[in-house]
C-alpha cells in the first residue's frame, strides 16, 4: 500500500521530527507549552496539511501520505502529531472539501502555511457525543450571521487564528438537520481559557466562549454543518489513527531498548519468556494498528468510499485500544523508571488515553459501527 513517495516522505517526516520536534517534545508534556514556531516549520514544509494542493500551500499528497507524517511525527511527540492532526486534517481537510474559492485562497492557504493555525470547533460542555444536540447559537442580524455559545476540549484553542464553529440555525429539536459550520476569526468577541489535561499537554486546549462573535462566513451550506462534520470526522478518525500508531510505536521501541540493557536476576530482562511474550504481544498490536491505519487510508485514496467509512471506525476503535495497550505494557516492562518522567513511556501512556476519547469515544465507535453494519445486513 505504500510506494516510493510514501517512503520519501517518511525519510523526510523523520527528519523533521529529529530536528523540530525531539527538542520540544518533552517541554510541550512538562511545561505545557505550545510550540508555535515548531507549526510554522511543518506549514513551510508541506508537512502540516499534506492533503491540501499546492495552490493553497499544501504538500498535495495522499491520506496515507498524512499517516505516514503522523506516525512518524507521534514517535517522538503523541503532542505535536495531534496538533497536526487536529489542524492539518480536520480544520482543513473541512475547508478544502466544503469551503469556497475565497475561503480556500484567504484562510486555508494561511494555515497550510503555518502562517495561522485554524481550530474544529464542535464540542460543548452540554454535548460530545452527543453533537446533535449542540446548544451554540448562529443568527443572522443585519445581513450577517453572530455566534454565540461555548465551545470546550478544542485543540490549538488558545492559539486558534481561525475557529470552524460548528452552531445552531434552528430549534434544538431539529438536532442534526439545523446545524451549520462558521469560519470565525479570531478577535474580542473571543474568550479562551486553558483547559489542564492529563496528556497530550501543550496543545493549547481550551474553553472557548463566543460573545456575539460575527461569522466570516458560512462553510458549506445552511443547516448543512452535519455533512460537513460527518465527512470530516470520518477522515479525522483514520488521520488520528496515525498518531496512535506514532505514540505505539514510541513506545515499543523504548521497551524493545530497555529489555536489553536491563539485568535482573543474574540475566537481560530480554531473556526471560515472558518479557519476549509481552514484546511479540507489543509488535503485534503496533503491526495491526499499521495495517488498519494505512488499508483504511488507501481505501479513502482510492475513493472506495462505502467501505473507507466504515474501516475508519474499526480502525480508529482498535487503534485506540491497542495503543493504550502498548504504552500500559511499556511502562510495565520498564518498572519504576517507566513510572516516571525520565521515560517516553509515562508520556506516550498519558497521551494514548486521549484516543479513546477525542475525535469520538470507543462507545461512539460502536455505535456508528452497529449502525453501518446494520445497513449491509
Ligand atoms: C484533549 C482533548 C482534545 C479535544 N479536542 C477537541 C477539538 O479540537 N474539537 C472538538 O470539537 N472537541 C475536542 N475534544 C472533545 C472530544 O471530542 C469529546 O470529549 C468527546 O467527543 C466526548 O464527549 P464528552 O467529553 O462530552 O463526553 P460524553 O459525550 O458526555 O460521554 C461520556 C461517556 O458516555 C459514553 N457514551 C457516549 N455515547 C454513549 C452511548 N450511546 N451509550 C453508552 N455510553 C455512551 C462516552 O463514550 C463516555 O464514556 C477534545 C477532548 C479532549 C479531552
Redesign the pocket.
Known sequence: MLNQEHQLTRKVAREFAEKFVEPIARKMDRENYFPRDVVREAGKLGMLTPTVPPTYGGGGMDLRSAIVILEEVGKTSGGFSLLME?CGT?FSHALLTFGSEQQREDVLSKVASGEAIG?????EPC????AAAIETKAEKIGGEWQINGV?T???SGMYADYFLVFARTGAREERHKAISAFLVERSNCIETTPIE?MG?RG?G?AEVKLNQCPALDVVGKINGGWEVLIETLNVGRVAISGVALGIATGAFEEAWSWARQRELFGQRLVDFQNTQFELAEMYTAVETIKTLAYYAAYLFDVGRREEFITMAHVTKLQAARLTVDVTRRAVQMLGGYGYSKESKSEMFYRDAK?LE????????MK?VLYKLISRKN
Open positions: 487536529a480536520l481550530a474544529f470547533a464542535l464540542s454535548c460530545g457525543s452527543d465551545k476540549w478544542i485543540t489535561v497530550m496543545t486546549t486521549l476519547i477525542g475525535e469520538g469515544t470507543n462507545e461512539v455505535y
